[in-house]
Protein backbone atom coordinates (compact mmCIF):
# COMPACT_ATOMS: atom_id res chain seq x y z
CA UNK A 1 0.00 0.00 0.00
CA UNK A 2 0.81 3.61 -0.93
CA UNK A 3 1.71 6.59 1.77
CA UNK A 4 -2.12 7.66 2.17
CA UNK A 5 -0.95 10.93 0.52
CA UNK A 6 -0.59 9.29 -2.49
CA UNK A 7 -4.30 7.87 -2.52
CA UNK A 8 -6.73 9.78 -4.81
CA UNK A 9 -9.72 9.75 -2.40
CA UNK A 10 -7.49 11.61 0.60
CA UNK A 11 -6.46 14.42 -2.23
CA UNK A 12 -10.43 14.59 -3.00
CA UNK A 13 -11.51 14.48 0.47
CA UNK A 14 -8.48 17.41 1.73
CA UNK A 15 -10.30 19.43 -1.56
CA UNK A 16 -13.91 18.67 0.48
CA UNK A 17 -12.29 19.89 3.66
CA UNK A 18 -10.82 23.14 1.88
CA UNK A 19 -14.17 23.99 0.69
CA UNK A 20 -16.35 23.25 3.21
CA UNK A 21 -14.18 25.06 5.18
CA UNK A 22 -14.62 28.19 3.31
CA UNK A 23 -18.81 27.55 3.09
CA UNK A 24 -18.87 27.36 6.48
CA UNK A 25 -17.61 30.72 7.18
CA UNK A 26 -20.74 32.19 5.55
CA UNK A 27 -23.44 30.68 8.08
CA UNK A 28 -24.76 32.44 10.58
CA UNK A 29 -23.16 32.94 13.95
CA UNK A 30 -26.38 31.27 15.68
CA UNK A 31 -25.71 28.31 13.48
CA UNK A 32 -21.58 28.11 13.84
CA UNK A 33 -21.33 25.81 16.81
CA UNK A 34 -24.41 24.16 15.92
CA UNK A 35 -25.10 22.98 12.10
CA UNK A 36 -21.66 24.15 11.03
CA UNK A 37 -19.90 22.27 13.80
CA UNK A 38 -21.46 19.27 13.40
CA UNK A 39 -20.81 19.52 9.44
CA UNK A 40 -17.19 19.98 9.98
CA UNK A 41 -16.98 17.48 13.07
CA UNK A 42 -17.94 14.84 10.31
CA UNK A 43 -16.02 15.83 7.92
CA UNK A 44 -12.71 16.07 9.29
CA UNK A 45 -13.81 12.04 11.10
CA UNK A 46 -14.47 11.49 7.36
CA UNK A 47 -10.38 11.91 7.01
CA UNK A 48 -9.35 10.42 9.77
CA UNK A 49 -11.62 7.29 9.17
CA UNK A 50 -9.71 7.45 5.87
CA UNK A 51 -6.36 7.89 7.38
CA UNK A 52 -7.30 4.62 9.68
CA UNK A 53 -8.56 2.29 6.66
CA UNK A 54 -5.04 2.85 4.65
CA UNK A 55 -3.02 2.04 7.88
CA UNK A 56 -5.27 -1.21 8.18
CA UNK A 57 -4.36 -4.49 6.44
CA UNK A 58 -7.01 -6.37 7.88
CA UNK A 59 -9.28 -6.73 4.94
CA UNK A 60 -12.78 -7.40 7.01
CA UNK A 61 -11.78 -4.78 9.23
CA UNK A 62 -10.62 -1.89 6.39
CA UNK A 63 -14.10 -2.91 4.83
CA UNK A 64 -15.58 -2.21 8.39
CA UNK A 65 -13.90 1.08 8.22
CA UNK A 66 -14.88 2.28 4.45
CA UNK A 67 -18.40 1.66 5.98
CA UNK A 68 -18.15 3.61 8.66
CA UNK A 69 -16.88 6.28 5.95
CA UNK A 70 -19.71 5.72 3.80
CA UNK A 71 -21.93 6.78 6.89
CA UNK A 72 -20.36 9.99 7.47
CA UNK A 73 -20.12 11.10 3.81
CA UNK A 74 -23.83 9.89 4.18
CA UNK A 75 -24.64 11.95 7.48
CA UNK A 76 -22.08 14.99 5.30
CA UNK A 77 -24.52 15.36 2.49
CA UNK A 78 -27.73 15.01 4.92
CA UNK A 79 -25.83 18.22 7.05
CA UNK A 80 -25.40 19.88 3.72
CA UNK A 81 -28.93 19.00 2.53
CA UNK A 82 -30.18 20.78 5.63
CA UNK A 83 -28.19 23.88 5.49
CA UNK A 84 -29.40 24.82 1.71
CA UNK A 85 -33.27 23.77 2.84
CA UNK A 86 -32.57 26.68 5.48
CA UNK A 87 -30.85 29.38 3.07
CA UNK A 88 -26.88 28.85 4.58
CA UNK A 89 -26.10 28.26 1.79
CA UNK A 90 -26.99 29.04 -2.47
CA UNK A 91 -28.20 26.69 -4.91
CA UNK A 92 -24.60 27.05 -6.54
CA UNK A 93 -22.87 26.29 -3.39
CA UNK A 94 -25.33 23.02 -2.67
CA UNK A 95 -24.39 21.81 -6.15
CA UNK A 96 -21.05 22.30 -5.62
CA UNK A 97 -20.67 20.86 -2.12
CA UNK A 98 -23.11 17.82 -3.38
CA UNK A 99 -20.61 16.76 -6.05
CA UNK A 100 -17.66 16.89 -4.06
CA UNK A 101 -19.20 14.66 -1.44
CA UNK A 102 -20.55 12.50 -4.77
CA UNK A 103 -17.42 12.11 -6.15
CA UNK A 104 -15.53 10.93 -2.94
CA UNK A 105 -18.55 8.50 -2.52
CA UNK A 106 -17.65 7.00 -5.49
CA UNK A 107 -13.99 7.07 -5.21
CA UNK A 108 -15.14 5.14 -1.55
CA UNK A 109 -17.12 2.67 -3.71
CA UNK A 110 -14.15 2.10 -5.66
CA UNK A 111 -12.06 1.28 -2.57
CA UNK A 112 -14.53 -1.15 -1.33
CA UNK A 113 -15.08 -3.33 -4.38
CA UNK A 114 -11.62 -3.64 -4.54
CA UNK A 115 -11.32 -4.52 -1.43
CA UNK A 116 -13.82 -6.83 -1.56
CA UNK A 117 -12.23 -8.25 -4.85
CA UNK A 118 -8.80 -9.08 -2.81
Not at 31 to 59: C, S, W
Request: aromatic share 10%; charged share 25%; glycine share 4%.
Amino acid sequence: MTDVEGLVIYKQFLDLIYYTENILLKYPKSERFALANEIKTATYQGMRTIIVAQKTYNKQRRLEILNNLDVELKMIKVLVRVSHKKKYISNGNYAAWSKKITDNANLLGGWINSCLKQ
